[in-house]
């Protein structure tokens, strides 16, 4: 479904990817480990365009994103939550739905996707004339999961989705990304919460300075020596 | 000239710099650029009512204000599009500093090619409105007053409308917020920002027409003065606010018209100027401002 393919990435002088490659099978959750400033959220934001590789080429359903436009990266089918939530602070919790939803234009499947998003986060629900900045921290991560749904994609990409919430949250985040994916949507989960991220993916790359220095099957990686040391504290 | 005459005529040309502020603002709002060509779009707007109102002679005189009007917007809307287009937009992912020089460079375009056209000296505006004034209890108000204001008034709540209750006007706000998430949604920046742009310069047309039907002379450089004031309420308000830069409007309007009447009309810029200083003083996000201080 998506293939990354050698992608060397820069930020002016920095180089931050080195050749990464790898790839997301239709109805997979595959994760991205690695530590801070590994290159993880550089990877994502490649996929969705709002950095170009140098070099190599992401190839999503057969098509080339080299020149395609962010937005237009969206209709394919790819929506991206990212780090840091991002959600429009100063619009309603509603608004933001609607902005998630912009790509589509059937009022009534903007309506349905509303119902869905409150069914999952029905705290959401009440909140919904709220502006979104007055969000807790975890209900904003709600929020910009509900957005990305609302444009109904077939590749879920979501960064970190787990910062900064206690565990109580992360297990309900986490519960509704498997959710998601059982209802067709496959998944590309970026994490330093690597235990929870082996735990909930069919396989695994780990990204370490902007190289992937392992990859296979989560549940391989997650008794792993090297990996156990290194992301799993023991 | 009572009070409350004073202070209505305060509300007369600050609605005008209201609709002008309303550009600087939204397009700072969503590419974070002070856009100096501003003020001479009013020029432009002026000019080119100017010379539909002298040719469309056979027409009611109101009747070819009211095409003047539509004209302006027209040509005004083309300008601030294409400007964006040609002039902003491959500086985009550069320094700041860049657009903003590029800004004054096209400022100073504008008023050079209408020299070349119109000649630097001053024309006559055409007196369109020639209606009495409407006496409203005790007072009597001039038609155009009556009308700018309406006009105005209307086009501000037009504009809230559209940016909160039309897709793209949400989209306007989400890309101000924070550009790379509006992509991600698959907002087209460019496009949103063309949208502003048309607005911002649409407004700014009307602005024009309204302000030299108030002071009939018309010159190259005439943008500058109103562009500036304009400007100001729109930091006044807080910049990138859209309600700031209406109430910022507003309130230079009165101060202005105020010390006009009751100190003396010399020192009606100066007035102005030093409620800008004092504001920035004391809050520099502007009145109605939420972010805390952020460098131009
Ligand atoms: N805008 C930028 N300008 C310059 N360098 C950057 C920029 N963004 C990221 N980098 C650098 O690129 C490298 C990869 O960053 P990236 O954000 O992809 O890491 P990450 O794996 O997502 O880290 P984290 O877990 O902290 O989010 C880092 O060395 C970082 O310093
Ligand atoms: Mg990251």
């Known amino acids: 479904m998506l293939i990354v393919k050698d992608i060397q990435v820069y930020y002016g002088a920095i180089h931050a990817l080195h050749g990464i490659s790898f790839e997301v099978q239709q109805g997979e959750i595959v994760t991205l480990i690695g530590a801070n400033g590994a290159g993880k959220s550089t990877v994502l934001k490649t996929i969705s365009g709002l950095l170009r590789a140098k070099s190599g080429d992401v190839v999503y359903t057969g098509k080339s994103l080299r020149n395609v436009d962010p937005h237009n990266i969206v ?18 919790v509603l608004e933001n739905l609607e902005m998630g939803a912009f790509i589509r234009n059937d009022r009534a499947e903007i309506e349905a996707g509303f119902e869905q998003v409150f069914q999952s986060f029905p705290r959401l629900k009440e909140r919904r004339k709220q502006l979104a900045g007055t969000l ?10 509900g957005r990305a749904m609302m ?42 919460n690597a235990r929870m991220a082996l735990s909930i993916a069919h396989r695994a790359y780990v990204l370490e300075t902007g190289r992937i220095v392992k990859s296979g099957d989560a549940k391989e990686l997650m008794d792993d020596d090297a990996i156990r040391k290194a992301y799993l504290g023991h | 000239m009572t009070f409350v005459n004073q202070i209505i005529n305060g509300l007369h040309v600050g609605s005008i710099y209201a609709l002008i502020a309303l550009g600087y603002t939204m397009v700072y709002g969503i590419v974070k650029l002070i856009n100096f060509a501003h003020g001479d779009i009013i020029m432009v707007g002026s000019y080119t009512a100017m010379v539909i109102m002298t040719e469309l002679t056979g027409l009611p005189l109101w009747v070819g204000l009211l095409i003047a009007m539509l004209a302006a ?16 937009k491959p500086l985009r ?6 657009a903003l020089i590029t800004a004054i460079g096209v400022s100073l375009l504008l008023q050079n090619i209408a020299q070349l056209i119109f000649s630097p000296n001053s024309l006559p505006f055409p007196v369109a409105i020639r209606v009495p004034p409407v006496a409203i209890g005790e007072m009597t108000i001039s038609f155009i007053t009556l009308l700018t204001i309406t006009v ?13 209750k039309t897709k793209i006007g949400k989209a306007m706000r989400a890309v101000s917020e924070d550009r790379d998430a509006a992509q991600l949604m698959g907002i087209n920046v460019s496009t949103t920002i063309s949208v502003t742009f048309a607005i911002g310069s649409a407004l700014a047309a009307m602005g024009a027409v309204l302000y030299s039907t108030a002071y009939p002379i018309i010159i190259p450089t005439m943008g500058a003065m109103p562009g500036l004031k304009a ?9 990138g606010v859209l309600p700031g830069a209406m109430l910022g409007g507003f309130l230079m ?26 504001v920035l003083l004391v809050k520099p996000s502007g009145i109605l401002g939420r972010r805390t201080s952020e460098k131009v």
């Not at chain 2, 105005?152 to 909160?164: D, N």
């Open chain 2, 73 to 88: 917007m027209l040509v005004c809307t083309t300008f601030g599009v294409v400007i964006e287009r040609v002039a902003y």
């Open chain 1, 75 to 92: 209709k394919l089918g790819l929506a991206q939550v990212p780090e840091g939530r991002r959600i429009f602070q100063q619009m309603t």
């Open chain 2, 152 to 164: 105005s008034v209307l086009l501000m709540l037009g504009l809230q409308a559209f940016v909160h």
């Open chain 1, 136 to 145: 807790s921290g975890g209900e904003q991560q709600m929020l910009a999961m």
């Open chain 2, 93 to 98: 992912n550069t320094q700041r500093i860049a």
């Open chain 1, 151 to 192: 444009s109904k994609p077939q590749l879920l990409m979501l960064d970190e989705p787990s910062m900064g919430l206690s565990p109580i949250l992360v297990n309900e985040i986490f519960s509704i990304i498997a959710q998601v994916h059982q209802s067709g949507t496959t998944v590309l989960l970026v994490e330093q």
């Open chain 2, 231 to 239: 400007f100001i309420a729109a930091v006044l308000g807080g910049i």
């Open chain 2, 253 to 278: 309007g009165v101060a202005e018209s105020l010390t006009n009447g009751y100190i003396s009309s010399q020192w009606g810029d100066a007035v102005v100027f030093g409620i800008l200083i004092v």
